[in-house]
């Protein structure tokens, strides 16, 4: 998995390009929390070019919504894949997990 991020005017926006799966998951969590250290705690993960998902990459996108709404951000997720979206729908976990069309709309209205 290829990770970048860019920090827009509210938000940073996270790249995750591959598979989120048991192996990118760990460096998933590591990314997220270097960015949250350099004092980016509002993140949207894009999703847009990761199109497989396994319950280390669900475990590893909880981990890191958690460490943002620890740093007294939030964490939302982006331009989600029919697979990944799947996976977010039968564990209930799109409940937890906003999703939206684009990076840019994630935190439009905040």
């Known amino acids: 998995m290829e990770l970048s991020y860019e920090v827009k005017d509210s938000y940073a926006e996270i ?13 998933l969590r590591e990314f997220v929390a270097d960015v949250v250290a350099s004092g980016s705690s509002r993140i949207v993960v894009n999703l847009e070019d990761t199109a497989f998902m396994d319950s280390s990459g669900l475990g590893a996108l909880i981990g890191c919504l958690k460490a943002a709404r620890q740093a007294g ?31 840019a709309e994630a935190f439009e209205n905040d």
């Open 15 to 27: 790249r995750a390009a591959g598979r989120l799966n048991m192996v990118s998951a760990p460096k």
């Open 73 to 103: 951000g939030d964490l939302r997720i982006a331009a989600v894949q029919p697979q990944v979206k799947m996976v977010l729908e039968l564990t209930s976990m799109d409940r937890v997990l906003t999703s939206y069309a684009s990076a």
